[in-house]
């Protein structure tokens, strides 16, 4: 089987050079600050023989990580003092060498073992210090540890012909869906659903902005449909989860009734997962369409700053936002804004509803159910649409109802839309 030879390159266990002198080439370079990440995802069709190593190899990372955990775990108990990754990393070079299994896994990834873990208790003490309440690190299970990786391309992992050459694995098929741009960093292989990915990090050089196209557009998110921005354009709600939930709900009431530990069991979580897995790249698909469609057609993309955390802890409307997304929507308006030279604008959320988008008034009791909104002024206007144009207003500095104007409207009338 073809396994990746490193004797010809001189290196037969670990040399890296020093930290000091990676940190070092990097103050040398300034353009390595400037350059941007960009990740490349694409699945790998594994021979059954090649698909046990890979669950081999991470089930040895598991493992590893597992051990590196309960060390740091009882150095602080017994010695309160902490243990370095560098520490950690000198105890995997003894651990590949006393255990068979781990000489399977390439030394990098037992480091990039250690880093995850350094990783998770970074973050720890960060959120500890912040004030807030993290969960300490936690210890993997077989389902909670999915992905290894390789912290350089080329050493351990490497492009051969159509096929991935991994370290202890081989020649891997991959179904290159499209081409990788810039240069690949590093890479990390993950398990999602019973199916493989490589995930490569690729560097690529700063992107040239889009031609500015002079308009500027209001997004306002909704509930009950998706979106409805200052144009009215509304797109409705794909409801993918709620289709796919009786699906969902036969699938999750047979994986109920399989016996624990049974080979059956297994398929059949497999069956939830993979249905899990569809809802969610479909969403993903389609929040993708509607942010390149505000991206490419304007040159100003304003939205609300909601808090999507304190919103999802509302149980009335928390499935419909877990469902439709609206984290990842913003996340990735926000990256490809910045992309495409793109200005994208959070504005304070208070009364974008409740507020006349032509004269500033503020409206009395609308609740969620109001869907049409008029006012005195002569303004009748879908609530959303109302919404979607104060929060274009807001992100402009055109907000009627900071210019003092709420004399000229005395009183606004609303109501449902008729049915
Ligand atoms: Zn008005």
């Known amino acids: 089987m073809g396994v990746f030879d490193y004797h010809d390159r001189g290196i037969s266990g670990i ?31 594994p ?23 309960e060390e740091r775990k009882l150095v602080w108990e017994l010695e309160h003092r902490f243990v370095s990754k560098a520490e950690q990393e000198k105890t995997g070079i003894c651990y590949r060498k006393t255990f068979p299994k781990a000489k399977a896994v390439f030394s990098q990834t037992m480091q990039m073992v250690c880093d995850d873990i350094d990783k ?3 973050a720890f003490f960060r959120r500890v210090q912040a004030g807030a309440k993290p969960g300490y690190p936690r210890f993997k299970g077989y389902h909670h540890f999915d992905s290894f990786g390789f912290k350089q391309y080329g050493a351990g992992i490497k492009v051969d012909g159509r096929r991935l050459k991994v370290f202890g694995i081989g020649r891997v098929r991959v179904r290159w869906h499209r081409p990788t741009e810039g240069t690949i960093k ?45 144009t009215n354009r509304r797109v409705e709600s794909p409801k993918h989860y709620g289709k796919a939930q009786g699906k969902l709900r036969l699938a999750q009431r047979s994986l109920r009734r399989k016996k624990q530990g049974s080979k059956n069991r297994r398929k059949a979580l497999r069956r939830v997962q993979r249905l899990h897995e569809r809802i969610k790249n479909q969403r993903h698909d389609l929040l993708n369409k509607e942010v390149h469609h505000y991206i490419t057609g304007y040159d100003l993309i304003a939205m609300e700053g909601l808090q999507i955390a304190n919103m999802v802890r509302n149980h009335h409307l928390s499935k419909s936002i877990l469902d439709q997304g609206w984290g990842y929507f913003r996340e990735r308006l926000t990256a490809k804004a910045a992309n495409a030279g793109r200005q994208f604008v959070l504005v304070n959320p208070a009364y974008t509803s409740q507020t006349c988008s032509r004269c500033g008034n503020l409206f009395q009791d609308v609740t969620l159910s109001v ?27 055109q907000d009627v109802s900071v210019n003092a104007n709420v004399g000229a409207c005395d009183h606004a009338l609303f109501r449902s839309p008729r049915l």
């Open 371 to 397: 869907r049409w909104v008029t006012c005195g002024c002569g303004l009748s206007l879908a609530r959303d649409h109302n919404a979607a144009l104060n929060i274009l207003y807001r992100a402009t500095g």
């Open 15 to 45: 040399r890296l050079p020093h930290p000091r002198q990676v940190r070092q080439a990097h103050r040398d370079d300034p353009l390595a600050a400037a350059m941007q990440h960009k990740t490349f995802k694409y699945r790998l069709y």
């Open 120 to 122: 998770a208790f970074k």
């Open 186 to 230: 590093t890479a990390r292989i993950c398990r999602t659903a019973g199916q493989w990915f490589v995930c490569f990090n690729c560097e690529l050089p700063d992107p040239t902005p889009l031609p500015t196209t002079g308009q500027q557009v209001g997004v306002d998110l909704n509930v009950e449909n998706l979106l409805t921005d200052s």
């Open 47 to 69: 021979t059954a023989a090649q698909e046990k190593l890979l669950a081999q190899v991470l089930s040895v990372c598991r493992h590893w990580y597992n051990m590196c955990l």
